[in-house]
Nanobody, 121 residues
Framework: QVQLVESGGGLVQPGGSLRLSCTAS????????MNWYRQAPGKQRELVAT???????DYADSVKGRFTISRDNAKNTLYLQMNSLKPEDAAVYFC???????????????WGQGTQVTVSD
């Protein structure tokens, strides 16, 4: 069994910053690619940022230069530093990861429960 638990969401004014965290726990052998997705009301879930096990990153055009994805492999934790937030960044943010399960050595993908980010005056 593996769980992903996000934290760090909340209400912030436009131009402000938030840092999201996502910690994986359970029967983990290794963690490969980790992603942040977001879903705003009435919209499809979209990929925001991705990071592989070696630290290579990629971002959606809409967040490039404002968001930074990082990970601490020793802590099985994923981060998303969000700066210069805009109202259009408001959404539920989900952590997603490809994790090799220690009990059978196979890779499975897991989702966190989501954390709400609200950007408003």
């Amino acid at each position: 069994q593996v769980q992903l638990v996000e934290s760090g969401g909340g209400l912030v004014q436009p131009g402000g910053s938030l840092r999201l965290s996502c910690t994986a726990s359970g029967s983990i052998f290794s963690i490969n690619v980790m992603n942040w997705y977001r879903q705003a009301p009435g919209k499809q879930r979209e990929l925001v940022a991705t990071i592989d096990s070696g630290g290579s990153t990629d971002y959606a055009d809409s967040v490039k230069g404002r968001f930074t994805i990082s990970r601490d492999n020793a802590k099985n934790t994923l981060y998303l530093q969000m700066n210069s937030l805009k109202p259009e960044d408001a959404a539920v943010y989900f952590c997603h990861a490809f994790i090799v399960w220690s009990l059978d050595g196979r890779e499975y993908d897991y989702w966190g429960q989501g954390t709400q980010v609200t950007v408003s005056d």
